[in-house]
């Protein structure tokens, strides 16, 4: 039986620690790789030394699951959907539909954004669905990488 295909896409976040958690997040939903762009820091830094602080929150699965940094997630969701792949977003807006009423193709990519600001219009023009975790406090969002966990465990029905 052929593996589902997982990919990942981490744009422009800040925090070491939230992308050790993807990264923790990701392989244990199954994920196959994770692509990291713009100023995502990566798991190595800029002499290929492995970075500490990410390693630390990812316990080696930053080592385990393949990845690939590009500095424009544009050229990375235009290659997958040429491959056919499921574009999915996971972010607050206007037109996004609730997470739970997300029907997922595959191969599949689940795309993220920065912590403040999140993903930039111009990529969600790019991406299939927009799903978004409705909020019931007073607080209008999650954590990038606590809202990845429930996002892609409840939308892959994990």
């Not at 390693?55 to 500095?71: C, F, I, M, P, Q």
């Not at 739970?100 to 669905?129: A, H, Q, R, Y």
């Amino acid at each position: 039986m052929k593996k589902k295909e997982i990919f990942v896409l981490l744009h422009n976040i800040r925090s070491t620690h939230n992308v050790g958690s993807i990264f923790r997040t990701a392989d244990a939903a199954g994920a196959g790789k994770i692509f990291l762009s713009g100023y995502t820091p990566t798991p190595l830094d800029k002499f290929g030394r492995p970075r500490k602080d990410i390693a630390k929150v990812s316990l080696g699965a930053e080592k385990t699951l393949d990845w690939e940094y590009a500095k424009n997630a544009k050229k990375i969701i235009e290659k997958l959907k040429k491959e056919k792949f499921q574009i999915v977003a996971l972010e607050q807006s206007q037109n996004s539909v609730d997470y739970k009423k997300v029907k997922i193709k595959f191969p599949v990519l689940f795309v993220v954004g920065n912590e403040v600001g999140g993903i930039e219009k111009n990529i969600l023009s790019l991406c299939d669905t927009v799903a978004e975790i409705p909020m019931h406090g007073k607080k209008e969002s999650l954590n990038v990488s606590v809202a990845f966990g429930v996002g892609i465990f409840r939308m892959l029905n994990i």
